[in-house]
């Protein structure tokens, strides 16, 4: 009993903190428009809060700005997962033409520095003579996680709504998990991360892991607290070609923003699969199969920058090898 | 305690060694503290920039501290069931060399497990692994292992030593004083009574049965650390005797290598002869058929099989290009060498037996880098990276430096405990020319072993 008061009172403060730093960033900027109208209150209301100065101050909850990436709920919550929910991604192949909308929005919500990719596009050729086709991959939240398995200290952990999640609280930066993902879905700190000042002390929670920590292991984890919010992952919202379906299992229902289907229907229709289904880790991820592609494959790699063009010569300029 | 003529004369031998400090060992003492020094430079680098000063990186996970780990944690678990069999089987011949494997399997206890926790980003939540243990993780499995192993090991050490102790209590040696005050401690007032001497040789007997399927089970465990994962050139279920065989087989080499450093530099040329180089042999000969046995068994299975993923990994072994020449160098040094050296009877000699085995030793540190890196260097999805550091490892010099300091740490055990031990072991050693009657044990083993 008395842990739990501990708790909530460690929660209270942290919410405190949390909300003062948010006054404070938003006075910084020197406006105090929402920009995020959607989630003001209906109804204002004074909200007690800790100024700089430590004195207590009384606030139109509407002038308040919603502080982005702050933890809806404990580091307990953040566990157990979303009630009711068995979330699912479709990645429809047929769709992508590597326009890298994707891996920008992700790496721009999450803060990661612009190498450090939880969504890559690879260009995948599975024979000789087969057509190479591009491949969006984020986690795969499989439901017999081999990452799960073998951490050491339970840092990483697999919840009721079917996401596998970091706690980089506690992970103490093994590595175990990246070797044992059979995807190399995991990437690992290591330098001191950078993490905007406003982020920096943000309380910690698995569900958004901001801010990241040098010498833990971190990696896509469909943005629950987006979800929370009945926001699609930011990957989805971004495709320009609708790749990305995300929905829940349990109502059988995916969306890519702008179509909403059933999610049985659109495996059945389209023939999905999970990819490396033999290796027995039953991914949350399906895949569409690249047929009747909207565009042709080079359309992926003509634009490219030097830099990224190099990654897909070996299959696009095979000759030049 | 009571010492024959012969334990006498191999003590008076041996006495100026835990007598005195030369200038060697200060030379060799203060050489190898140089590079420790060197070696927490890297580390305080890795812990204040971070795992980045290493090559390791998200592809190749761990490199050269988890090879180093892998091989040091081996030469321990190869020390213990040497001393294990030898101990348990009574071998007449054993008595002299058992210190030397007892001691390389506790300074290699100490060593090895730093090195896994060098792969450990956060040394500051290192308690984590004990306050919030998941048992699934072979991980978890591991640090139990190694902790229980150990203390056993420890343990296994000083029973053997407690005898000696009370010798070199008694001997009245021309020593500091906190020194002599220790050997009384570590001594715990021994003097070779009937019910202790009982107690003692029961103690050893069961810690020595303990001993060697404990190695057995740790050294699998720290297989299981890779061949528990889904990744080609890991997952095998001949990974647990593979490893255990390994560190065997290595570890029986590095035995060879300390014997030969050690009659060398102590002169001790009358107690481990020619007859201990040349029955090691033997048994390094057998390992290391064995343990070709296995790789072959191995690879070939892989390249037989030629699944996509498999084949990737001994594709890249075996091109000259990639890791091809390391391969030949690590199973023509590591295993026909040794194999040939010993089984041809011209170069059966004490000098030759001891330089295969030391390529051999490199050449199983090499085959254990070899079972590492190329596996993490070939991942299900193609890596498409343009950093080559990712895409290729290649350790940089704080791993090196660091490297030898586990190395420089090794021998600066060695060489301080060869100060504070006799490295012959002085009380149960018998003259080797009155072996032939077969009374080698005294009589108060007999009456442990009848049934009461």
Redesign the interface.
């Known amino acids: 009993m008395k842990e739990q008061e501990d708790m909530n009172d460690h929660g209270r403060r942290n919410f405190l903190r949390n909300v003062a730093i948010a006054t404070v960033a938003t006075a910084a900027c020197g406006s105090l428009n929402c920009s995020c109208s959607s989630k003001k209150p209906a109804v204002s209301e004074k909200i007690k809060l800790l100024s700089p100065d430590g004195e207590i101050v009384e606030i139109d909850s509407a002038y308040l700005n919603h502080q982005e990436h702050m933890a809806i709920v404990s580091k307990l919550e953040a566990r157990e997962g979303i009630a009711g929910k068995k979330f699912v991604m479709v990645v429809d192949l047929a769709r992508c033409k590597n326009a890298r909308k994707c891996i920008t929005a992700c790496q721009k919500w999450h803060y990661r520095p612009e190498?450090t990719e939880w969504l890559?596009v690879?260009?995948?050729k599975d024979s000789e003579k087969a057509a190479p086709y591009w491949?969006p991959?984020q986690c795969f939240h499989c439901d017999n996680p081999?990452c799960v398995?073998?951490?050491?200290?339970?840092?990483t952990f697999k919840r009721n709504d079917g996401l596998v999640l970091i706690d980089n609280e506690?992970?103490?930066?093994?590595?175990?998990c990246?070797?044992?993902c059979?995807?190399?879905t995991?990437?690992?700190?290591?330098?001191?991360p950078e993490v905007p000042f406003d982020l920096r002390n943000l309380a910690s929670n698995p569900e958004t892991n901001i801010p990241a920590r040098?010498?833990?292991?971190e990696k896509c984890d469909f943005c629950p607290d987006r979800a929370r919010e009945g926001l699609l992952p930011p990957c989805v919202e971004a495709c320009p070609n609708g790749v990305f379906y995300f929905g829940d299992e349990n109502e059988d229902t995916v969306t890519n923003g702008e179509e909403t289907v059933s999610f049985t229907q659109l495996i059945k229709d389209r023939a999905g699969y999970r990819f490396?289904e033999e290796?027995g880790?039953k991914p949350r991820v399906y895949y569409l199969p690249p047929k009747d592609r909207q565009f042709p494959v080079e359309r992926g790699y003509e634009n490219l920058p030097d830099?990224?063009k190099?990654?897909?010569k070996d299959i696009m300029e095979p000759e030049k090898k | 305690m009571e010492l024959n003529s012969y334990q006498q004369q191999a003590f008076d031998y041996q006495r100026p060694e835990i007598e005195k400090f030369g200038k060697l060992n200060w030379f060799f003492t203060i050489f190898f503290l140089c590079w420790i020094a060197a070696g927490g430079y890297a580390l305080y680098l890795q812990i204040a920039?971070?795992?980045?000063v290493t090559g390791?990186?998200?592809?190749v996970?761990?490199g050269l501290f988890i090879v180093n780990f892998i091989f040091f944690i081996g030469l321990s678990y190869a020390g213990a069931i040497i001393a294990g069999v030898l101990h348990l089987l009574k071998v007449p011949w054993g008595k002299p060399i058992v210190r030397l494997a007892q001691m390389m399997t506790v300074i290699s206890v100490v060593v090895g497990p730093v090195f896994i926790l060098l792969?450990?980003?956060?040394f500051d939540?290192?308690h984590?692994?004990f306050i919030?243990?998941?048992i699934?993780?072979?991980?978890?499995w591991d640090?139990m292992a190694v902790v229980t192993f150990f203390a056993g090991s420890v343990l296994f050490l000083y029973l053997a030593l407690i005898k000696d102790l009370a010798v070199y209590r008694d001997a009245k040696l021309n020593i500091p004083k906190w020194k002599q005050w220790l050997y009384k401690f570590l001594a715990i007032g021994y003097r070779g009574a009937a019910s202790q001497k009982r107690h003692l040789i029961i103690s050893q007997n069961l810690l020595a049965i303990i001993m060697i399927p404990l190695s057995i089970i740790v050294a699998s465990i720290l297989s299981w650390?890779?061949g528990?994962?889904?990744?080609p050139g890991w997952h095998s279920t001949i990974f647990g005797p593979y490893f255990v065989l390994g560190a065997l087989y290595s570890g029986c080499g590095v035995l060879i290598v300390a014997m030969w450093v050690y009659r060398r530099m102590y002169k001790l040329d009358n107690y481990i002869t020619k007859k201990h180089f040349v029955n090691l042999g033997y048994v390094m000969m057998m390992l290391a058929a064995g343990y070709g046995y296995f790789t072959f068994s191995e690879y070939f299975t892989g390249w037989f099989g030629s699944a996509k993923w498999e084949s990737e990994v001994i594709n890249k072994l075996f091109s000259p290009g990639e890791y091809g020449w390391w391969t030949l160098f690590a199973n023509a040094a590591g295993i026909l060498l040794p194999i040939l050296i010993v089984a041809i009877p011209a170069t059966r000699k004490v000098s030759l037996i001891t330089i295969a085995a030391f390529i051999m030793v490199m050449a199983l540190w090499v085959k254990r880098y070899l079972i590492i890196i190329p596996t993490?260097e070939s991942?299900?999805?193609?890596?498409?990276?343009?950093?080559m550091e990712y895409v290729k490892y290649s350790a940089t010099w704080p791993e090196w430096t660091l490297t030898f300091a586990g190395v420089a740490t090794f021998l600066l055990f060695f060489t301080l405990m060869a100060k504070f031990v006799t490295i012959v072991p002085i009380t149960g050693l018998e003259d080797p020319h009155l072996q032939h009657n077969n009374h080698h044990e005294p009589v108060a083993v007999n009456e442990v072993t009848q049934p009461a």
Request: hydrophobic residues 40%; proline residues 8%; glycine residues 6%.
């Open positions: 190498e890559t690879k260009l995948l491949f991959k081999p398995k073998v951490c050491p200290v339970d840092a506690r992970c103490i930066g093994c590595k175990f990246m070797a044992a059979p995807y190399s995991r990437v690992f700190n290591w330098s001191e040098v010498g833990t292991v490396l290796l880790t830099n990224l190099d990654r897909f | 920039k971070g795992h980045g390791m990186r998200d592809n996970v761990w792969c450990v980003g956060r939540r290192l984590h692994l919030y243990p998941r699934q993780s072979p991980m978890t640090v650390i890779f528990m994962t889904l990744r993490l991942p299900a999805l193609p890596m498409q990276d343009t950093r």
